[in-house]
């Protein structure tokens, strides 16, 4: 039952993208769960002014929780927490419905210093906010027991995980002196960040890219050195689409796999015994499933990164105890059938679970130098294949 739920998954990917019309409302992430200072990587201003993010206090955690009650328990739309008068002026800066807006950060910041001109306010997150993305950054400053006088402002993401915003000088002299609340409202998909749907000029780091249904939206979360090391530099690593000849072998693997046949036979020999070789011992092929499979590309790689570890979210969970191999092939296409692909076994990891969550929506995969300088050039397909899974 189990390896036939595979099967139909697999069979469902080849109407991804109708599926990215289904997307629903509890696809999103309407107010966070804990205070998000960990995600904030730096801080930066202009004008010789500081931005720091402080950790949670008493009233810091009053608020999320009552943003929380407010949104999650009671069925409120984030951006309607705030007054009438604030309500209207993010309605202005975001120039759409408010009700459409999401909140993805809520934490506690400090301002400091004297600017003569406005303060340019830079951001960088662990957190997938795409170019040219819709960000409202909303900034409080408490008043009384409870209740906070809110500066709503438009954002900017000029870089993949930068939010910018620009304070007033009469603006920054009132928030600067005291912690103060910072909010993000933003209309997008995916449970960190993600992409705003209906604008895929903007993607040219991450475009758009569906598998099964509208709760398996993936995109790459980070990428780094064999060793641990970020990647930072030009470097690049994004989703794409299936192509007709991908689509073509999808389909070759999943009559393949329909025949009741190990999803490994399906490789050439060489390639199996590799991926054999990368599994623990006790592995008995024949107890692997390909749960999903997924287009990438890259551009500025430089052969001193060696190989390159991608951390990838994915609606399938996988489970850190299962083991995992990756199989990526580049299809070539001058065979007119499209039948030659040239595979390379990857390792691959499920994540344990972080912040709270029951199980892993992360998997690790390994790319190889011997093939990353392809990436510019044409997309390599992965196919991720598991122990079987519980039911989900």
């Known amino acids: 039952m189990k390896r036939l739920l595979a099967l139909l998954l697999l069979a469902v990917m080849l109407w991804s993208t109708a599926a990215a019309e289904m997307l629903i409302d509890n696809d999103y992430t309407d107010a966070p769960a804990a205070m998000t200072q960990d995600s904030v990587a730096e801080l930066l201003t202009t004008e010789e002014c500081l931005a720091e993010a402080l950790q949670p206090d008493e009233r810091s955690i009053a608020l999320l929780k009552s943003v929380y009650q407010f949104v999650r328990v009671d069925k409120n739309r984030p951006a ?67 209740d906070y006088a809110w500066y709503p402002y438009r954002g900017q993401v000029e870089t993949l995980g930068e939010i910018k915003w620009d304070i007033p000088v009469a603006d920054w002299s009132e928030l600067c002196g005291q ?30 890219a569906f598998s099964k249904d509208s709760g398996d939206v993936k995109h790459i979360r980070y990428w780094y050195s064999e060793w641990g090391e970020k990647i930072e530099d030009n470097f690049r690593v994004w ?34 015994e590799e991926a054999l070789l990368m599994l623990p011992s006790d592995v008995v092929p024949a107890d692997l499933v ?6 990438l590309m890259a551009e500025e790689y430089k052969d001193t990164y ?18 995992m191999i990756v199989m990526a092939g580049f ?31 992360s998997v690790e995969i390994g790319l190889k130098q011997v093939f990353l300088p392809k990436l510019e050039a044409r997309p390599i397909m992965l196919v991720v294949i598991s122990q079987v899974l519980e039911v989900q």
């Open 239 to 272: 989703l794409t689409d299936l192509d007709s000849p991908m689509l073509e072998e999808v389909r070759r693997i999943g009559a393949h796999v329909a025949e009741g046949k190990p999803i490994l036979d399906y490789f050439p020999t060489d390639c199996k």
């Open 179 to 208: 912690p103060i609340s910072f909010h993000v409202l933003t209309d997008r998909i995916a449970p960190r960040g993600g992409k705003l749907w209906g604008y895929e000029e903007y993607y040219r780091n991450i475009p758009p």
């Open 80 to 146: 309607c927490y705030y007054d009438e008068v604030t309500q209207q002026k993010i309605a202005e800066l975001a120039a759409c419905d408010i009700d459409i807006l999401h909140m993805t950060e809520d934490m506690r910041l400090q301002l400091t210093g004297v600017p003569e001109k406005p303060v340019t306010v830079t951001m960088r997150l662990n957190v997938e906010y795409n170019v040219g993305q819709m960000i409202v950054v909303v900034l409080g400053i408490p008043e009384g027991d409870s």
């Open 306 to 323: 060696d190989d390159v570890n991608v951390e990838i979210v994915f609606g399938t969970a996988y489970d850190p105890q299962k083991a």
């Open 331 to 361: 299809v070539n296409v001058e065979d007119p059938c499209g039948s030659f692909v040239e595979w390379y076994p990857l390792s691959a990891t499920a994540l344990e679970p972080r912040g709270g969550q029951e199980k892993s929506d």
């Open 290 to 295: 390909p749960y999903d499979i997924i287009a």
